[in-house]
């Protein structure tokens, strides 16, 4: 299962840099890093880790399919001839219980796999060094595995589904025009809002659950009477399938504007 959700916290465990007069313990770098003053090293250390997660970061596929999600430490070293070595991964498991040991410990390794795998992949690195001579450094990395549960409407691989656009070449498309369709045949302009002389856009955005809910509806206009009927035409959307990311329902955001302009 491809990327998506990673939190990134990089610890070292030794002291990483000794300074006097002179410098006496250089922090180790990868090649990439090389070239930049001394004081940027550990920030483009911290950088490239986390990139090379980003990259890499793979959701293990049993334990996507079973709503499972993890933090996972990964204990490391940078040898003096710059390998990543002794790679050690604990994941805890959250937000389940299991009842049997053995069930636990099977998903515990499915994380714990993974996270090993993205840093025994990191590029070898030019080890630290204390008076010129190269030593080990120990590195943790925690790695947060969370499933998403909200997204925005062009992070989802399948929007939310009308009837009308369930067999649609292109659903995104489909489910646009659909609610532009839907503005025009419940449009109705507030006769307040004409005694008043009150024209103007109104954004209007709203999610759509992976329940199959209308919720949180939020408007921005110059007028209430105008964000009022806003709200009137959108709630009246018919009911749809949720959205779809790697076949998992989530909830999405979805947001338009609606002009309300008097005839001159």
Known sequence: MKKFTFIFFLFIINNYAQKSDELTESFPIFPVCELLPYKFHKDCFNETIDKHI???????????????????????????????????????????????????????????????????????????????????????????????????????????????????????????????????????????????GEEGDVFIQFDMTSDGLYT??????ESKILEDEAYRILIKLPDFEPAKYKEKYVTTTYGTTISFKLNQ
């Open 54 to 196: 980003q990259k890499n970061f793979i959701y293990p596929k049993q334990a996507w399919e079973n709503d499972l999600e993890a933090i996972v430490k990964v204990k490391f070293e940078i040898d003096p001839n710059g390998s990543i070595s002794n790679v050690i991964s604990n994941s805890n498991i959250v937000g389940v219980s299991f009842f049997e040991r053995e069930s636990l410990n099977l998903a515990k390794k499915l994380f714990n796999d993974a996270a090993s795998k993205l840093i025994q992949t990191l590029p070898n690195a030019i080890p630290a060094k204390k008076n010129n001579i190269a030593f080990k450094k120990t590195f943790l990395v925690s790695i947060k595995y969370q499933i998403p549960r909200k997204l925005g409407f062009d992070d989802v691989e399948t929007p939310p589904l009308f009837d009308d656009c369930v067999e649609s070449e292109n659903e995104k498309l489909c489910f646009i025009k659909f609610i532009d369709n839907h503005i025009s045949k419940n449009f109705k302009y507030p006769k307040r809002a004409i005694k008043k």
């Open 216 to 221: 949180n509806f939020t408007t921005i206009g």
